[in-house]
């Protein structure tokens, strides 16, 4: 392999022991070996940043950050990714000697620099596999988070490995269908009110949709989209507001439907930069169309309520911890999560 990472102490009871304070990677890089003590927390996390940035980039660092609540990326002078050139910057937590990694992305290779701050300077560049970089970064990861048991470690790999699912950088496990993730961000306020804030993934093999979203709106919109499997449900249409007909003529090419056929709904979903899903009825599926994500996904009929009644029930859990009692829209907390509940039971008793 043209790319790998190695930590030491190999034994479960030697890296749990060294693990808080410091561990020794070992980088082979197009046969070059260069060998640092390494902080092992920073060292994890970076790793898991840089599986994050194969992924998708910067924004893949952004979402990473948002949805596992970690702010240090773009707050350290160390650690940064330049969005503007694709490329990040990270020491791994070097200590002795220091080395800092800049990795670059060029389509499905990675440009990565080196310095050691060894007595005389070593600086080096090498060109990888993006997707070798990816594998040895995640088997390394699982390696080290399946011994040390950290919890925070453990949620972050799990969201970087669902970003390089969703991107493609890793296949998905093959019984894998319609899922949808959602995360707590946080709040932002607005003059005297607060709202609440998830971050959500929408997919179907493929990324149908993913970002911040206002949970109330999600839910609701979720809740719509379970309605429309509904059997006895007579057929609708939804017209098209003017700001969508060019999205909407870019999904019609996508299915390769021309003329005056007209979506049973339209999802955004709630987000902050809405970007439309156009949902057609078609013999007991559930067509999803994303036009900003050229993608096209038939959907089951019964495989979109259970992942609604899922990602709808962890929208009231998050909204539950939420510690304020009135929602942005003059209703209370309570009442909001009555109405999101009462409906979702509807729809389940419905199903049953």
């Not at 909001?336 to 729809?347: C, G, P, Q, V």
């Amino acid at each position: 392999m043209s790319f790998s990472i190695l930590f030491f102490p190999k034994d479960e009871e030697g890296l749990k022991a060294h693990f808080k304070y410091d561990i020794t990677l070992k980088f082979e890089i197009n046969g070059e070996v260069i060998k640092t003590l390494c902080s092992g927390r920073e060292a994890v996390f970076s790793a898991i940043y840089l599986l994050a940035f194969c992924s998708a980039s910067c924004e893949g660092i952004k979402e990473l950050e948002m949805r596992s609540g970690l702010c240090t990326t773009f707050l350290s002078d160390v650690e940064q990714c330049q969005s503007a050139k694709g490329k990040l910057v990270t020491d791994f937590g070097s200590i002795e000697p220091s080395v800092v990694f800049a990795f670059t992305k060029k389509s499905d290779k990675v440009r990565i620099e080196v310095l050691v701050d060894y007595e005389i300077e070593y600086y080096k560049t090498f060109e990888v596999s993006l997707s070798e970089v990816a594998k040895s970064v995640l088997e390394f990861l699982e390696s080290v988070v399946s011994i040390v048991g950290d919890d925070k470690l453990r949620r972050s790999l799990e969201i970087a490995k669902d970003i390089a699912t969703r991107e493609g950088l890793i296949a998905p496990s093959a019984e894998e269908g319609f899922k949808i993730t959602v995360d707590w961000v946080g709040e932002f306020k607005c003059g005297s009110k607060r709202m609440p804030l998830l971050y959500s993934g929408v997919r179907a093999r493929r990324v149908l949709f993913s970002g911040i979203v206002d949970p109330l709106s999600f839910a609701s919109e979720l809740i719509n989209l379970a309605l429309l499997t509904e059997e006895s449900r007579e057929e609708t249409s939804t017209p098209v507001p003017l700001a969508y007909r060019d999205w909407f003529r870019e999904a019609l090419a996508l299915i390769g439907t021309v003329g005056k056929k007209k979506p049973a709904m339209i999802l955004t979903l709630g987000s902050f930069d809405p970007r439309p899903i156009f949902v057609f009825r078609d013999s007991g599926e559930i067509l999803l169309v994303s036009p900003s994500r050229k993608t096209v996904a038939r959907v089951p009929a019964k495989d979109i309520v259970p992942a609604v009644s899922s990602a709808v029930l962890d929208v009231v859990g998050w909204l539950k911890k939420w510690d304020d009692t009135e929602y942005p829209v003059y209703i209370s907390k309570e009442k909001a999560i009555s109405m999101i509940t009462d409906e979702l039971e509807r729809i389940k008793q419905k199903k049953a």
